[in-house]
Nanobody, 125 residues
Framework: QVQLVESGGGLVQAGGSLRLSCAAS????????MGWFRQAPGKERAFVAA????????SYADSVKGRFIISRDNAKNTVYLQINSLKPEDTAVYYC??????????????????WGQGTQVTVSS
């Protein structure tokens, strides 16, 4: 059974940092694009960042460029999202997702096959 489990969320003051982790199990994701999305109350799920299976290519939403860093450790089947300079508008549930093996990166949630349960990030002003 494939599972993605996020952790690392919490309550942080504006300007602070958090490191989110997504541990994958059930199969290896070393050939899959991994992504992070977020969903704020009353809003649709939105793309945050994605990373190629080699780790060499990353993409980010404009709203997080320069503040968020996505990385992965294929040996640990884990993907990370370092989030810095947090703003109240970053408050959301953050989800990890995986594409099918060898599919290209995408910003569309519908292109991702597997999803975690989400981890809450709340930024106070």
């Amino acid at each position: 059974q494939v599972q993605l489990v996020e952790s690392g969320g919490g309550l942080v003051q504006a300007g602070g940092s958090l490191r989110l982790s997504c541990a994958a199990s059930g199969r290896t994701f070393s050939s899959s694009v991994m992504g992070w999305f977020r969903q704020a109350p009353g809003k649709e799920r939105a793309f945050v960042a994605a990373i190629h299976w080699s780790g060499g290519t990353t993409s980010y939403a404009d709203s997080v460029k320069g503040r968020f860093i996505i990385s992965r450790d294929n040996a640990k089947n884990t993907v990370y999202l370092q989030i810095n300079s947090l703003k109240p508008e970053d408050t959301a549930v953050y989800y990890c997702a995986a594409r099918r093996p060898n599919y290209p990166s995408s910003v569309w949630a519908g292109d991702y096959e597997y999803w975690g349960q989400g981890t809450q990030v709340t930024v106070s002003s």
